[in-house]
């Protein structure tokens, strides 16, 4: 999801949507634009109303999120995100793997050593081929 449809989602102003998303993310709160931010956005909105400036907005919801609860949430949230990545990863080096493969077979076959050796010159094969 991207800025853009984060502020359509909140029913919100592309612009202020990217100034709060900026200010969270700084502040490490966010990772990515996703919907799980919009009750964020809305808190910081209606905090901003209220005469807040933006980074006190976030002070307070921080200090409202330093429950056992939020950083669960958090590190749960963390861990979905490293298992779709791994996931992503795993997939990633198979596709490697098989492009790899397909490459080889376009390559020409070399020669070992003892079929060289049994291969007669040019000169040879054109000169003396008895064969």
Known sequence: MNIKKLAD???????????YY????????V?????????LLKRIAKLTEEGLSVQKAIDEIAKKD????????ILLRLEKKIDDLEKENRALRELVQVQLAEMKKMLPKQETKEESKKKKSWFKRLFFNKE
């Open 9 to 19: 989602s909140a029913q919100m102003n592309y612009h202020t949507v990217r100034k």
């Open 22 to 29: 900026l200010a969270l993310y700084k502040r490490g709160l």
């Open 31 to 39: 990772t990515e634009p996703s919907e799980e931010i919009i009750p």
């Open 66 to 73: 330093d429950s056992p609860q939020a950083f669960a949430s």
